[in-house]
């Protein structure tokens, strides 16, 4: 029993993925694998597959209350992240919650899916933007995330750096710009947290895509962050985690 208090603890805010690739399921495959105990609030209920969203069911937010609240009194989270968020009033729940804790949050805010489905109510993105990301310790926006955020399109890797620069201006915390769909003959991720500036490279790995990529990405730097890494290490360690992962598949 001791071990099992032991095992450092990270929380994952985000939604169920029914196929089990992304969401919930991929955070806490991917803490399992780091070491760290997974603990959940899920904010929604999706009907999903590598392919197609087909229904999305919403949480009520007193229920994701409960959650964390359940999680906070039981366990002590060394990190927490958060995906799909879907709403207004579920992330106002979020943001009421951990304005009143201090724990490194990641933020990877879930937006479209890669088929397109709506993740995040359009309503919901100045909430987003204007209570949960200057709470947070990071944020990982994909090309498409990013470009939301800094109302501007990113086609190259000065446009990627810029904007990792702009988000940290912008909302206060650390950024890490995800540019693997940008062409060219590496995957290319732009970290900035206002002092320290990094750019992670890895060879592109042609013909593989990986339903929950961005999912597993955010949760190993959560992971990592729970192990005791400071910012730095954890997203280094994580780039090297994920792109692992990919050449496997």
Do not use: W
């Not at 760290?36 to 899920?42: E, F, K, P, Q, S």
């Not at 709470?135 to 990627?160: F, H």
């Not at 592109?204 to 729970?226: D, K, N, P, R, W």
């Amino acid at each position: 029993m001791s071990k099992i208090k032991n095992i450092p603890v990270a929380l994952t805010v985000a939604g169920s993925d029914s196929g089990g690739g992304a969401g919930i399921q991929a955070d806490l495959k991917t803490f399992a694998a780091l070491g760290v105990h997974g603990t959940t609030a899920i904010t929604c209920v999706t009907a999903q597959n590598p392919d197609a969203v087909l229904g999305i069911e919403p949480i009520r937010p007193a229920m994701v209350q409960q959650q964390l609240e359940a999680i906070f009194s039981g366990f002590r989270p060394r990190a927490v992240k958060t995906g799909m968020l879907f709403s207004e009033e579920i992330i106002a729940v979020v943001v009421e919650f951990f304005r009143k804790r201090r724990v490194p949050l990641v933020v990877d805010p879930v937006m479209i899916a890669t088929n397109g489905a709506r993740l995040l109510k359009p309503s919901a993105i100045q909430c987003l933007e204007k209570d949960l990301l200057p709470l947070a310790t990071l944020v990982t926006p994909n090309l498409d995330e990013a470009e939301v955020l800094i109302g501007k399109r990113i086609s190259s890797l000065a446009d990627l750096r810029e904007a990792a620069k702009e988000i940290q201006r912008r909302f206060g915390c650390a950024a890490l710009v995800k540019g693997g769909h940008l062409p060219g003959a590496q995957a290319v991720d732009y970290f900035y947290d206002g002092k320290n500036e990094i750019a992670l490279r890895a060879k592109f790995i042609q013909g593989v895509s990986m339903h929950g990529s961005g999912c597993t990405y955010s949760a190993a730097i959560t992971g990592y962050l729970a192990l005791g890494d400071d910012l730095p290490a954890a997203i280094k360690r994580a780039k090297k985690f994920i792109t692992r992962k990919l050449r496997r598949l």
